[in-house]
């Protein structure tokens, strides 16, 4: 179903002709993505032994880790050389075929023993909740303060503490906030935002860098993106691997401290930087996110109990788009409050920063038991 929603969504998209149209079609294209990640790790882990798991969620790390960096580097190339709607036709023969595989060889789960009623109220708050949370922070990048914005600020928290307070009542919430309650999984929540904030306000920034102050084209910048997703392609095995034998903490730290090192390199980068300087720099960056993702999603799955794998999995898909949006809206605060000049530099300082606490917080939890 989240894949039909996301094709429909796709084709939608590439048919606009208005910004409205454009917008309901996004969100349609949001609806169906969600589907598909928030059950995908819950997937992983019900189809494959635990032995297994490093090594299957470091594959299932390669694919979120490159379509994430590889997107802009895609995107980039398409625009160079053909029609923008063909950044959305892509995505139907892909959809096609990820629907056919799907249904041919993913398990069809029986039926549940025990009734499970939806809770309507529950969903309702969790779109309020966090579309205004996501609507108020962006607004916040590019606008600033208005008396628009502190109403809807005001509104958000209202909604979302009604919304936590009964997500902590029921017994099978949409939001599990009681799998917080276990340190592990807590610890690893918060490292996964911190990578995934700092990793977007590189990708967002990074761009403008080549663009406005080193003069690389478009179809240049893409295929100078594209080191990022090809180093993590290549290291994300590696640590499933390594998983089996080294500590997830330890793995994760080393991870993000490689992180850092290539965003330090970048943001140290002068005005003289070539297309090469910048490509081994970023294959860096994408070294360091092979080496955290793998180990810090197994430890997300494999720290919740069995039966709340879905949820385990879902607080995973969460904490990766909470931080996306932020890392999108931190660039823009970054470069309205340099006003325009060394934005590029503040933002990868930035992203070094959050790079550090995520590699910290990493290391913390070899002491956590699960």
Request: some cysteine.
């Amino acid at each position: 179903c989240g894949v039909s929603i996301f094709v429909t969504g796709s084709l939608l998209c590439a048919l606009s002709r208005s910004f409205e149209m454009m917008v309901a079609s996004r969100v349609l294209q949001g609806i169906g993505g969600a589907c598909t990640m928030s059950i995908n790790t819950a997937l992983l882990r019900l189809i494959f032994p635990p032995a297994r798991l490093g090594r299957v969620i470091a594959t299932n790390a390669v694919i979120v880790a490159v379509t994430a960096a590889g997107g802009p580097a895609l995107g980039g190339a398409i625009l160079a050389v053909g029609h923008w709607s063909w950044i959305f036709l892509i995505n139907i023969p892909l959809g096609l075929a990820a629907l056919t595989v799907g249904w041919k060889l993913l398990p069809h789960n029986p039926p549940s023993e025990t009734e499970r009623k939806l809770d309507g109220q529950s969903v309702v708050m969790n779109a309020v909740f966090f579309g205004l949370l996501i609507y108020t922070i962006e607004g916040l990048a590019h606008g600033g303060l208005s008396t628009l914005l502190i109403l809807q600020a005001i509104i958000t928290i209202i909604v979302g503490v009604v919304y936590v307070r009964r997500q902590l009542t029921i017994p099978l919430p949409i939001l599990p906030l009681d799998l917080l309650r276990i340190r592990l999984f807590a610890l690893s929540v918060c490292c996964s935002i911190c990578c995934f904030t700092a990793q977007m306000a590189a990708l967002v920034s990074l761009p403008f860098l080549m663009q406005r102050w080193l003069g690389i084209g478009v179809a240049e910048t893409g295929l100078v993106l594209a080191a990022w997703p090809l180093a993590t392609m290549l290291t994300a095995p590696v640590a499933g691997r390594a998983l089996e034998k080294v500590h997830a903490g330890i793995l994760g730290g080393c991870g993000m401290l490689v992180f850092s090192c290539g965003l330090a390199l970048l943001a140290l980068l002068g005005n003289e930087a070539n297309q090469w300087n910048l490509a081994w720099r970023m294959a860096i960056c994408g070294m360091g996110i092979g080496l955290f993702q793998t180990p810090n999603n197994v430890t997300i799955t494999t720290s919740a109990p069995l039966a709340r794998s879905g949820g385990a999995s879902g607080m995973l898909g969460t904490a990766r788009v909470l931080g996306q949006t932020l890392g999108t809206a931190l660039v823009a605060i970054l470069f309205h409050l340099s006003g325009g000049e060394g934005g590029e530099q503040l933002c990868l300082w930035t992203a070094f920063g959050l790079a550090i606490v995520a590699g910290t917080l990493s290391v913390v939890r070899v002491q956590q038991a699960k």
